[in-house]
């Protein structure tokens, strides 16, 4: 059993920490005790917000920090203990069209070139494997997803572009994501999806949400330029 770190981050906001490792194992731990939280919050419980290998929970001034420490050490044992997490945070499974297009995805030459391989080898590799979406955090409905193939690895870029397009899809590290807005950006651009990530009048806001299994879809040109 994992024995999680708990500590407070502010008087009304405590962290518990499972692991500084990026896994699947932990993830699906982070969810299945964020599922547990919110199906039986305690009273004065705000949010729980994922990450990689932890979960922080906000509360109001109704609970003590005290009283919610308590809480999360006796849940997080029963969740290590009781919960079949595989079964119980089962994400789900998301095909998301992408076009590799040069003229979209801006980096996908220097990213061929850097790594040795062709452009059409890139796009196979970045469409070979499903993704786990681990967090969604950096700016409302961007998605850190993982793990990718370790031949496709790669740092980010030394100096941040000042504008990446809405739907960007990017790779950094052993991760890629989404760009759901136009921001700067410092991960490698290989392509762009032209679904909408991140929308406030729908509901949830985020097209994509922790846990979820993304699978990427190749798509032309031609096709993208036809959704609406």
């Not at 850097?114 to 955090?137: C, F, K, P, Q, W």
């Not at 998605?143 to 030394?158: D, F, V």
Request: proline share 7%; net charge negative.
């Amino acid at each position: 059993m994992i024995i999680p770190r708990i500590y407070n981050i502010h008087d009304q906001a405590i962290t518990i920490e499972f692991s500084q490792e990026i896994s699947d194992a932990t993830n699906l731990l982070v969810i299945a005790m964020q599922h547990a939280i919110e199906s039986n919050p305690i009273k004065g419980f705000v949010e729980a917000v994922p990450a990689y290998g932890s979960l922080t929970v906000y509360f109001s001034d109704q609970v003590s920090a005290a009283t919610v420490r308590d809480w999360l050490s006796d849940l997080s044992a029963r969740v290590s203990n009781n919960i079949n997490i595989s079964l119980t945070t089962k994400g789900r499974q998301i095909n998301i069209p992408v076009c590799y297009d040069p003229s979209l995805g801006t980096d996908l030459d220097w990213v061929a070139a850097h790594l040795n391989r062709s452009m059409e080898a890139i796009v196979d590799l970045h469409t070979s494997i499903a993704y786990r979406v681990y967090m969604i955090g950096f700016i409302p409905g961007f998605p850190y997803m993982g793990t990718l193939p370790s031949a496709l690895e790669i740092p980010r870029k030394q100096t941040p572009s000042m504008k990446i397009p809405a739907g960007s899809v990017a790779i950094a590290g052993k991760q890629t994501g989404i760009y759901p807005a136009e921001v700067p950006g410092g991960w490698q651009v290989i392509g762009r999806t032209p679904l909408r990530m991140f929308d406030p009048s729908t509901t949830p806001c985020s097209f994509l949400n922790t846990g979820d299994i993304v699978q990427f879809k190749p798509i032309t040109l031609e096709a993208f330029n036809q959704y609406s």
